[in-house]
């Protein structure tokens, strides 16, 4: 018998990365602030005859066109994410992009490699009063825009007691009490993973009248103890991994039981945002540039180094070169479909088949940032175990956005 289910025909295809409208919309105010900067520096140096403003100008060019693909690519996927026409949604638009930047970036890091070399066998004068203020200026412009990239804002909190509710937590279950609903989570933002109560109905919680022991799969058990934390109560010691286990809280002279399953994400590439990663490396690479620029002609102005200048561009070159290399080499996985995971696709295969069963095939793939496609074959000698049963084995893989799962019975 076989039995195959892809999902609902009515699931979302949407596989955008978290804050993707927040992500384009600093992306298309660095692109206004380069094309103020460029449009005052080519202006004011035909003013003032000076051909470094001039430069300086044309290469912010350069600088806001690259920031352009990464827009675009936010803007164009945001508007047909739901275009039937891309089957697995528009969440590979950033990495093409950042595929692209990455390239632009090595012809960079070649042309100013090139022009840096031909420099040391044919030094050029080097007007030292207009260049490294155009220097500094250009690094400020790379400043303000890696600013405006990362976001300016940190007000996600870092749990210090406050704001509880707007931090991550593994898992958070309620409890119906004689007095009222208690809430019991586990809280890892910013801490190391701690048992958090507090009252959402009826009187607050004694630290002296509650306890927590968890009883995990092989049988082992703890006991937690808490400390007041005004709004909530913490528990003193920390939680062990993995957080799978059944949770025995104990509020007063009553015990209730929770379990908490350990829910599986994606890690390091899966979640990436290549796209804003490409404009990030195109700010800080010219950033660096400037620093290394600013650095070898103060040296070449002040002991006649004049050797410094190229130098400075070579090692400029070899940076954004191992930079551009380390974007290319990691949206070319995503864009060819290579595993992003091999841990999460080995824990996947571990839970399937720890009752027994087979998988057959397995096939995991990134569809966007933070959201990851799978196809699953499974070979069981069960025959009352279908889709539903293997699609809540797996619900705690909480990056599983798409999930395809054939079943194969034998005999």
Known sequence: MNESYASSAFHSHVFLGEGHEKSERKTWAVIW????????????????????????????????GALLLAALAYTYARKHADNPSFSFGTGKFGDLAGFTSAIILTMISLLIGYESISRIFEPVPIHFAEAIPVAILGLAVNIASAWLLSGGDHHHGHGHGHAHEEHAHDESHEMK?????????????????RFRLRTQTGPALSAQTVSVETVRPDGSRQLFAFKDCGTYLESIEEIPEPHEFNARVKLGAQTYAVAFEEHERAQGAAHRDNNMRAAMVHVIADAAVSVLVIVGLLLARSFGWLWM?????IIGAI?????????????????????????????LRQTIECDGDKVADLHLWRLGPGHLGAVVSILTAEATRGQDYYRERLTRFQSLSHLTIEVLHKG
């Open 33 to 64: 602030l380069c094309g103020i900067m460029m449009v005052a520096e080519i202006v004011g140096g035909l003013l003032f005859g000076s051909i470094a403003l001039v430069a300086d100008g044309l290469h912010m060019s350069t600088h806001a």
């Open 177 to 193: 009490t004689d007095t009222g609903i208690i809430v019991l989570e586990v809280f890892e933002d910013g801490l190391p993973p």
């Open 309 to 313: 200048d190229p130098l400075a561009g």
């Open 319 to 347: 940076v954004i070169a191992n930079w551009a290399f380390s974007l290319i080499r990691d949206t070319a996985a995503i864009l060819l479909d290579m595993n992003p995971d091999k841990t999460m696709a080995e824990k």
